[in-house]
């Protein structure tokens, strides 16, 4: 019987192939993921953000999430727990607050405390950076210490999670091993 959702975050700082991977992973799994709302919001209310704003990113995120694995339930007939993936949560929220603002709102360490989560799948910076109208550190001193920030919540959290470096192909490759040796763990 089908008692819930597996889901696999993304995670890290910007331009390190998150999108792309979990698209990838999704098609290779043969199920639903769950693109990055900041994009949406951003791209919809311009790039002047306030902290208040990532709150609202970060609820919208969480509702996305949320609906996405309720149309995953309701379509999954096997037996088999089905998978979810997702481009990044409430982690990423609260170090971008952090690093851009200093401070984060309640509601988002708090949410941490509160969703489940089964594995994090952490992306290095070690791929070009790629430029477009939404991000806003190219350079990789600062690409580093923001992977250094997420990796220090991994470190600092329960949940299993694996780093992803490398080209894209070794990326892909590594994170189906991850996900793959996950399942089987979990079996």
């Not at 979810?84 to 509601?107: A, Q, R």
């Not at 939404?134 to 580093?144: K, N, V």
Request: aromatic share 10%; with cysteine.
């Amino acid at each position: 019987m089908l008692t819930d959702i597996k889901k696999i975050v993304l995670i890290g700082p910007e331009s390190t192939g998150k999108s792309t991977l979990c698209e990838k992973l999704a098609a290779h799994f043969n199920t639903l993921w769950v693109p990055e709302h900041a994009r949406a919001y951003l791209n919809e209310n311009g790039t002047d953000y306030t902290l208040d704003d990532l709150t609202i990113i970060a609820r919208k995120q969480i509702e996305q999430e949320d609906e996405l694995a309720r149309q995953l339930k309701n379509k999954h007939s096997g037996a088999q727990t089905p998978l979810l993936f997702i481009d990044t949560d409430l982690y990423v929220m609260k170090v971008w607050s952090e690093f851009v603002f200093g401070s984060c709102h309640s509601e988002i360490l708090n949410g941490i405390v509160h969703r489940q989560y089964e594995l994090y799948l952490l992306c290095e910076p070690d791929i070009p950076w790629v430029k477009d109208e939404l991000r806003e550190y190219p350079d990789l001193i600062t690409r580093d210490r923001l992977y250094h920030h997420y990796k220090d919540a991994m470190i600092h959290q329960h949940v299993p999670w694996v780093n992803i470096s490398g080209d894209y192909a070794n990326r892909l490759k590594v994170a189906i091993e991850a996900v793959e040796e996950y399942l089987m763990l979990d079996a």
